[in-house]
């Protein structure tokens, strides 16, 4: 055999051995790294997939927040309704007697189905939080408030008297009950310690409130000689029907919520988780929403002063709110957990109309409908702002306590498979 016959022989044995070597490994061989089609085919893979055009990824974006902030959207709507379309004066307090007590059951009825009981008695047996919060609801908001006031009041033609008295008024009212809880449940708060709360500061707001509006208006200040004498003694008809809404429909649904969790815990997590409708208390709470500015509308409130002293309430609601929350969110993470420090961030800023308006009625009998219409402005705008900036904050939040959830489920997980009889060996 000669030479070149033997080379040949040998230049074939190895391409079959190369052939062999690749289909047995599924690693490409130094040649095949060099081929040029090697090159290309590594460079189709290395190649950043293709982004979507920009008016997809805008679509994407905008249908998110649709989804996520569709509360926001419909209180929107819902505002511009009421200021179009009123129900009839005469029928304004049966509207508010049914909106009130309805949606304000239907809220604590679910929150009562679906919060632990254990969890909810050992939230109100925190007291060093309840002075926390509450000392900072009444006594923190309302000297802030009144700060302001007492500036605005430097010059007396820049803002109207009565409007000056509501801006107090918002300071010294408790937090709002609904919103919160509805809130706080949206942004994975401690909803618990949130229903304590509210309902602890509503049941101090006709105690506290008085005493906090008559102390800040008895300085004698120009834009006080609004307001008539006081008539302290009807306070006891202020106390008699608070007392009766927290019991019917806040304390009473809870309760009754609290008993179809524990009995039949099957079907009402079938009713509320599987078929939504725990979603109930978002729509709820949009029509207590409603009417308070369906009432405010009707009245005339909103026609019945200047342009820009609207303005500069609507301005001085963003700046109260900012700041109050600021303030007990930046407390709270001294010594409170997330989920803590998120129930606190929606109770401390957050206040009530609900309450201040009979307040005004009440403590100073003979207040011109025009002058109350005034004082219930800043409670009003400051309550629509509030619903708005707590709806964007919880996608801050949810974002801010998420890796906080995910490692509490994956501590969960590894404990379930370290458990005898859930697979582990």
Same mark, same amino acid.
Not at 75 to 99: D, F, W
Not at 180 to 202: I, K
């Given at each position: ?14 391409s079959?051995?190369?052939?062999i070597?690749?289909?047995?490994s ?12 090697h ?25 998110f927040?649709? &989804? ?35 949606? &304000?059951?239907?809220i !604590? ?12 008695l ?23 408030a009144?700060?302001?006031v007492s ?15 509501g ?15 509805? @809130?706080?449940? $949206?942004?994975?708060?401690? $909803? ?32 006080t ?14 106390y008699?029907?608070?007392? @009766? ?12 919520? $609290? ?38 509308? /009707?009245?005339? /409130? ?12 609507? !301005? ?37 109309p609900? @309450? ?5 009625? +009440? ?8 002058? +109350? ?5 800043? @409670? ?5 702002f ?10 801050? !939040? ?24 859930n697979?582990?060996?």
């Amino acid at each position: 055999m000669t030479s070149s016959a033997t080379s040949s022989i040998r230049d074939s044995d190895a391409s079959s051995i190369t052939a062999i070597t690749r289909a047995g490994s599924g690693r490409p061989t130094a040649a095949d790294v060099a081929s040029p089609s090697h090159e290309a085919a590594e460079r189709k893979d290395d190649a950043p997939a293709k982004r979507p055009p920009l008016w997809r990824r805008l679509l994407s974006h905008i249908s998110f927040f649709v &989804v996520d902030q569709w509360f926001l959207i419909a209180l929107g709507a819902l505002i511009l309704l009421a200021s179009q379309v009123q129900v009839p004066i005469s029928q304004q307090s049966t509207k508010e007697l049914v909106v009130t007590y309805l949606c &304000v059951a239907i809220i !604590f009825l679910i929150t009562g189905c679906t919060l632990p009981t254990q969890v909810l008695l050992q939230n109100y047996k925190r007291w060093k939080i309840h002075l926390f919060v509450q000392s900072q609801s009444f006594l923190l908001t309302s000297a802030i408030a009144f700060a302001v006031v007492s500036l605005c009041a430097l010059n007396p033609g820049f803002m109207d008297d009565a409007l000056l008295v509501g801006i107090i008024f918002t300071g010294c009212v408790p937090t709002t009950i609904a919103s919160n809880v509805v @809130m706080t449940a $949206q942004a994975h708060g401690d $909803q618990a310690l949130t229903v304590v709360e509210s309902t602890l500061g509503n049941a101090l707001g006709p105690f506290l409130t008085p005493l906090l509006v008559l102390m800040y208006t008895s300085t004698g200040a120009w834009y006080t000689k609004v307001l008539p004498d006081t008539g302290a003694s009807d306070l006891g008809e202020l106390y008699r029907r608070v007392f @009766m809404q927290l019991g019917l429909s806040l304390f009473l649904p809870l309760v009754v919520g $609290q008993i179809l969790q524990n009995v039949l815990p099957g079907p009402t997590k079938l009713i509320l988780v599987k078929w939504q409708l725990k979603r109930l208390s978002s729509f709820a709470l949009l029509l207590i929403i409603w009417q308070t500015y369906d009432e405010a509308f /009707a009245t005339g /409130a909103f026609s019945s002063v200047k342009s820009d002293n609207i303005i500069f309430v609507i !301005f001085i609601s963003i700046a109260f709110y900012a700041v109050w929350t600021i303030i007990c969110v930046g407390l709270s993470l001294l010594w409170l957990g997330k989920k803590d420090t998120i129930a606190v961030a929606y109770c401390v800023p957050a206040k009530t109309p609900a @309450m201040g308006v009979p307040l005004a009625n +009440v403590m100073f009998t003979g207040l011109s409908a025009i002058n +109350v219409s005034k004082i219930q402005i800043p @409670m009003v705008i400051f309550q629509g702002f509030q619903i708005a900036a707590g709806s964007l904050l919880t996608m801050a !939040f949810r974002r801010w306590i998420r890796p906080e959830e995910e490692r509490e489920k994956g501590d969960e997980g590894s404990h379930d498979e370290s458990t005898p009889g859930n697979g582990a060996p």
